[in-house]
């Protein structure tokens, strides 16, 4: 009889430990499982200042803009010109800054601006059409003096542009 009770309260207490096993064990996967959902949710936060900071670089208030226009100063002849209606005027923009030089092309021909900076892969407008617009945007990480074309004009339409320092604040 006494052997009996002994075996009996052997059995409990193995059961009792195996329910605090059971306990630790449940509690350690919720505790794994609230980590990994912190750590989601701050995945997806870092990720969301990300797109913040991307859609505030690509706002106009950051950025350095230019406006130029195709003209025909004669017939048949294209010129740069700028807001100050100067014909192929001396560019100035920003290095580690990004500039938008817009363009406007009120001809009936099509102009293409080319930033010649040596690169690999030169800055372009590509193809604006007639009497349509567009835009050219760079981000050069050096300064210098460079020139600038159209791709369909180039002796008639070009220009100097220089690349100058941000001086660590925006222009
Ligand atoms: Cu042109």
């Given at each position: 009889?006494?052997?009996?009770?002994?075996?009996?309260?052997?059995?409990?207490?193995?059961?009792?430990?195996?329910?605090?096993?059971?306990?630790?064990?449940?509690?350690?996967?919720?505790?794994?499982?609230?980590?990994?959902?912190?750590?989601?949710?701050?995945?997806?936060?870092?990720?969301?200042?990300?797109?913040?900071?991307?859609?505030?670089?690509?706002?106009?208030?950051?950025?350095?803009?230019?406006?130029?226009?195709?003209?025909?100063?004669?017939?048949?002849?294209?010129?740069?010109?700028?807001?100050?209606?100067?014909?192929?005027?001396?560019?100035?923009?920003?290095?580690?800054?990004k500039n938008i030089?817009?363009?406007?092309?009120?001809?009936?021909?099509?102009?293409?601006?080319?930033?010649?900076?040596?690169?690999?892969?030169?800055?372009?407008?590509?193809?604006?059409?007639?009497?349509?617009?567009?835009?050219?945007?760079?981000?050069?990480?050096?300064?210098?003096t460079f020139t600038?074309?159209?791709?369909?004009?180039?002796?008639?339409?070009?220009?100097?542009?220089?690349?100058?320092?941000?001086?660590?604040?925006?222009?």
């Amino acid at each position: 009889m006494i052997h009996q009770e002994r075996h009996m309260r052997k059995i409990t207490s193995i059961l009792a430990l195996s329910f605090l096993l059971a306990g630790v064990i449940v509690s350690g996967l919720m505790c794994i499982s609230s980590y990994s959902n912190l750590y989601h949710l701050q995945t997806a936060s870092a990720t969301k200042d990300k797109n913040t900071i991307v859609s505030t670089d690509s706002t106009s208030s950051t950025a350095n803009t230019t406006q130029l226009s195709a003209k025909e100063v004669k017939p048949g002849v294209y010129n740069w010109i700028d807001a100050n209606n100067a014909s192929n005027p001396t560019l100035k923009v920003f290095a580690d800054t990004k500039n938008i030089i817009k363009i406007q092309n009120p001809t009936d021909t099509k102009h293409q601006l080319i930033i010649d900076t040596g690169a690999d892969e030169l800055p372009s407008s590509d193809d604006i059409n007639p009497n349509g617009s567009g835009q050219l945007s760079f981000s050069p990480n050096m300064t210098g003096t460079f020139t600038y074309h159209c791709a369909y004009h180039p002796f008639t339409m070009k220009g100097t542009i220089q690349i100058v320092s941000s001086g660590g604040s925006k222009p």
